[in-house]
């Protein structure tokens, strides 16, 4: 079992940044894909990022590109989302998830592919 914390959320104006972390436990997720999602209010959970297991191939949605950024560091076991350029469309509760693949090149953009998940940070961005 794998057991995620997401951490890094708050308030912050628009324009503004934050750092997300989701600490993994209970065993490496060094052969994990890894992701984040976000819910808003009345809406899905919808994808974010993700990234492969060897770090080297990352995917974002279209409507974060050029402002979030996912990275991993396998020796701490854990992901970060990097949130720069804040809209105030991007208030929702985020999530992290690892998914298990066979192929280090592997990334998932769709909830069914991830097996393991945290149970979210706020994030509010105000205008």
């Known amino acids: 079992q794998v057991q995620l914390v997401e951490s890094g959320g708050g308030l912050v104006q628009a324009g503004g940044s934050l750092r997300l972390s989701c600490a993994a436990s209970g065993r490496s997720v060094r052969t994990y894909a890894l992701g984040w999602f976000r819910q808003a209010p009345g809406k899905d959970r919808e994808f974010v990022a993700a990234?492969?297991?060897?770090?080297?191939?990352?995917q974002s949605a279209d409507s974060v590109k050029g402002r979030f950024t996912i990275s991993r560091d396998d020796d701490k076991n854990t992901v970060y989302l990097q949130l720069n350029s804040l809209k105030p469309e991007d208030t929702a509760v985020y999530y992290c998830?690892?998914?298990?693949?066979?192929?280090?090149?592997?990334?998932?953009?769709?909830?069914?592919?991830?097996?393991?998940w945290g149970q979210g940070t706020q994030v509010t961005v105000s205008s």
């Open positions: 990234i492969s297991v060897s770090g080297g191939r990352t």
């Open positions: 998830a690892a998914a298990q693949v066979s192929w280090r090149g592997t990334v998932r953009t769709t909830r069914d592919a991830y097996d393991y």
